[in-house]
């Protein structure tokens, strides 16, 4: 009887034990925490019963088109609470935590996914490409180009299956193409050029990763800027300008005509390289005295996205050295200084001091950390005859300014993040 007492002693602890591994690990949780785990897993139980998790993806992808992140996660978080290992879902998972800043758990989406697809989907290697530095992400990098042109050769066993079919099918927008190839390697190649510029044979591995992206794609304006970039930091500047010059020239005439016109076209918006690319841009423009040029594209970055405080110091920058080309200009013909010059003159050290002012203002508001450039501002500001005054009428930005709304386009001087 002892023995048989004794035994069902053992075994009661043992059953409470495993119990909660089945909860979700609620040993050690406060009493609400419990019940917040207990109505989860309810919650989980409904909505399987209601959705299925391809409904919840749609609904997912719905609020993503319309950049409704938060809710995006909801769904997503739902469909993976139903069926955990679903690839499309850790996909969405990841770049729904991205876009909402949440770096860390898109790490584990996208790491999840590998473990789960590794030679599948090339997207979740460029993301932990991006988000890690030197030969690990060259690494990552490396995998999704391999996972690219895989995909890549089996279309085109797949194309020329179906070359014989009267209506071949119209072409998936969501597949991989030779232009994602291009960028992948640009990403290598930038990685060089930055985080592993030091490493022996850096510059030589830059530049065949230029020209392997391309080869896969000859005229794309990023990579013919990349390797712009990459010409000038070896001093090779002339052959520099002409890459640089080919890859603006391949976008924005197209897209300056298009804002004239009012027009929207999609194909011109897909021929725009990203913002921050034409921020780099504007910056290889200055230093190829390209100054009119460098205007043009920074006009279109503050009508795009005025909250960047980079472009407004640009902007400032670029008035300040046409004003001081234009009197070197004067000097070197040791002539007199026309009026019309004295107004030139006068409307670009305005427009300069106007643009560093309202950069200067920002910086401070949404407290950048961006030393050098705040410096250069203030040396900048101290040569032209100090900050602008703001008054009435005058773009320069009040300290009790708040952001504009997507709604208040029409007011061009919101607040810019750095």
């Known amino acids: 009887m002892g023995g048989q007492a004794k035994g069902k002693k053992k075994s009661k602890p043992k059953k409470k034990d495993n119990r909660p591994n089945r909860e979700s690990g609620i040993v050690g949780l406060t009493p609400q925490e419990r019940m ?20 919840l993806l749609e609904k997912t992808e719905e609020c993503m088109d319309t950049f409704d992140f938060e809710m995006a996660g909801l769904f997503c978080q739902r469909a993976l609470d139903v069926e955990s290992d679903n690839l499309q879902a850790l996909d969405m998972l990841g770049h729904i935590c991205s876009e909402l800043g949440n770096t860390q758990k898109a790490k584990e989406a996208f790491l999840r996914a590998v473990e789960l697809s590794p030679d599948e989907g090339h997207s979740k290697y460029m993301y932990l490409g991006q988000i890690h530095t030197g030969q690990e992400a060259v690494d990552y990098y490396t995998k999704g180009i391999q996972v690219l042109l895989s995909a890549l050769e089996k279309q085109s066993q797949t194309t020329q299956a179906q070359a014989g079919a009267a209506a071949p099918p119209d072409k998936d927008p969501q597949l991989p193409t030779a232009k994602d190839v291009c960028i992948a390697y640009c990403s290598i190649a930038e990685i060089y050029l930055a985080d592993l510029c030091m490493e022996e044979g850096a510059a030589d591995k830059c530049r065949g990763f230029i020209e392997r992206a391309l080869q896969y794609h000859y005229d794309n304006p990023e990579a013919l800027q990349l390797m712009a970039s990459y010409l000038f930091s070896t001093e090779r500047n002339e052959e520099g300008k002409e890459y640089l010059l080919k890859s603006v020239g391949l976008w924005l005439p197209a897209q300056k005509q298009s804002a004239a016109s009012s027009s929207t076209e999609e194909d011109t918006q897909n021929e ?3 913002y921050e690319s034409r921020i780099t841009t504007a910056k290889l423009l200055l230093e190829c005295e390209e100054y009119e040029m460098a205007v043009d594209v920074l006009e279109d970055l503050l009508e795009e996205d005025d909250e960047v405080v980079q472009v407004w110091y ?10 001081e080309k234009a009197k070197e200009q004067q000097e070197r013909e040791g002539r007199e200084v026309a009026e019309e010059e004295t107004e030139e003159w006068k409307a670009l050290k305005e427009a300069a001091r106007t643009y560093l002012t309202n950069a200067k203002k920002l910086y401070s508001k949404l407290r950048c950390d961006d030393q050098p450039m705040l410096e250069h501002v203030e040396q900048l500001l101290g040569e032209l005859g100090g900050e602008m005054e703001g008054e009435e009428g005058d773009p320069v930005l009040d300290d009790d300014y708040e952001p504009c709304s997507d709604e208040e386009e029409d007011d061009a001087d919101a607040p810019m993040e750095h």
């Open 36 to 55: 917040k785990v207990r109505m989860h897993e309810k919650a989980k139980k409904k909505t399987a019963e209601k959705y299925s998790v391809q409904q």
């Open 272 to 274: 725009v390289p990203p």
């Open 314 to 323: 640009l902007s400032g920058w670029v008035c300040y050295l046409q004003l």
